[in-house]
């Protein structure tokens, strides 16, 4: 999920507390901070590897609550392991709405695949809306549009996270029961689940420290956040690097990309390009922004309409958002795109900018530093001109996302 700024007020509250936020939460920050040799991204020289056959091992760290595009992202995926192309190792919940692990579960129902392990970010203080204060935002929207109604609506055996492990379990768990330099991760969301990841200690599943964890099994990470080259005119934090209004999501996001292991390759998504990609109409049958190119006609579609029935959930979902955001369908794709991406590499659709490296700060605010070197980091860039003719990037994307929408479960 993406939004383009966090409020000023939120940036602020975020710069004073800083990383202190992190020591205190997970000890191993200082030991961390203390090892790294640059304040940033240490320099590595490996290139990104195109996938080759294989089913691609995935893990989705997704913050499914208040944007679609987290729906889409996962019921992509699940037609994409249909098709052989992906094995879905894990999906983990990156907020603190229990409810969130419910709407993950009711998708994996629908796509028969109950056995993928989920895991849930526990917090009683972030995007909690049941622990937030009355009339706050968390307490108002954290639950969004959508996941309360497929839960009431579809059968899942999973209803919320109390049924579930911990993010960084799950994490550990399923890393660990993976071969070396074998498990894509795609982060749509915020960086709870990393940030306590990397902080993590040896347990059972494990004698390794999160951080060498990470670099023994992590092939690369598709990385939904920040926007490129920087955050904007303003400096303040896309949505998934620092938005949740909360004074934690721009920590976790600055500690995550800083101390991420230089080995492990890390493709950022960022907003700017995400919002140009435009996708759910097929799927519920409605064009509500005529602007964006739709090829269907008008938002009041028949129930008939769409090339998924109402009782498909991925279809419910874009059904329930349009009651929060009148425009859609369609929804600016960044989730999807980073998603498949993950899968299936840069295609004819995207070239990565691959030279200088992500400074988050505290706000969560980037920048990309191009000081023309190698540091195992890119962004993705969406290829200029036509793919084919009519085509744009961006277009060919929301095709192929939609197609993938669009297609029936096995």
Known sequence: MAFTALAAATAAATLALGVSALLTAFPRWETLRAASNLPYSVHASAAYDE???????????????????DVAALCMAHALADR?????????????????????????????????????????TFDNPATAPPGSWANQKAAGPYVLPLLSTFPSPIRNATQVPSGVEVYRKVLANSPDHSVTISSIGFMSNLA?????????????????????????????????????VTFLAEWNFGGGHSNETGPWSAAAVTYWPASVPLVFSGAEMGS????????????????????????????????????NPCRAAFDAYHSWDPNCPPRQSWDPA???????????????HSTGFNRVNDTGANEWVDDGGDHNRSYLVLNPGEITPGWTAARSVAKAIDDLLCAGRR
């Open 51 to 69: 996938r080759a056959g294989a089913p691609v091992r995935l893990i989705i760290d997704t913050d499914m609550s208040t944007d679609v595009d």
């Open 338 to 352: 980073t998603t498949l991406f993950a899968v299936r590499g840069l295609g004819d659709f995207w070239t990565q």
């Open 196 to 232: 306590g990841l990397l902080a993590s200690e040896p347990d059972s599943h494990s004698p390794l420290s999160g951080r060498d964890l990470v670099a023994a099994k992590v092939k690369q990470v598709a990385w939904m956040g920040g926007q490129y080259p920087h955050s904007g």
């Open 84 to 124: 052989g192309e992906v094995e879905i190792a894990a999906v983990v919940h990156n907020t603190g709405l229990v409810e969130g692990a419910g709407a993950i579960s009711v998708i994996n129902h629908y796509y028969n695949r109950d056995s993928i392990p989920i895991g849930a970010f526990r917090s009683t």
């Open 276 to 311: 140009q990609i435009f996708t759910g109409s097929p799927i519920t049958g409605r064009c509500c922004n005529v602007g964006v190119g739709c090829k269907v006609d008008g938002c009041a579609a028949p129930p008939t309409a769409g090339c998924q029935p109402a009782d």
